[in-house]
């Protein structure tokens, strides 16, 4: 599965993007996909997953009722959807597809990753 994520900007705090990260592959609606994130300086970090069907998702407690991961197999794209971001929400924001059709949250549960998309939210 080929990945390619879009949607990143520049945006103000308190501000609204939506993530696109569109698939290749008709295989994509067997995995669980999910969205990492690395800001200036820091390591990777999980944000949020869902599994192959969209029904089951989990977001990290930092972005917890602010973002929102979803998918349309139909169409082979994962989207996330983030309000009321804020300045440490900076980052360049990576999907991936899991090994398998669970949820996952770890680097070593990646099967390939798309290339990131930055976002920044300015004070």
């Known amino acids: 599965v080929q990945l390619q994520a879009s949607g990143g900007g520049l945006v103000q705090a308190g501000g609204s993007l939506r993530l696109s990260c569109a698939a290749s592959?008709?295989?994509?609606?067997?995995?669980?996909v999910g969205w990492f994130r690395q800001a200036p300086g820091k390591e990777r970090e999980f944000v949020a997953t869902i599994n192959w069907s969209g029904i089951s998702t989990y977001h990290a407690n930092s972005v917890q009722g602010r973002f929102t991961i979803s998918r349309d197999n139909a169409k082979n794209t994962v989207y996330l959807q983030m309000n009321s971001l804020k300045p440490e929400d900076t980052a360049v924001y990576y999907c991936a597809a899991g090994l398998s059709s669970s949820r996952f949250y770890t680097d070593q549960d990646v099967g390939s990753w798309g290339q990131g998309t930055l976002v920044t939210v300015s004070s």
């Open positions: 592959g008709r295989t994509f609606g067997s995995y669980a």
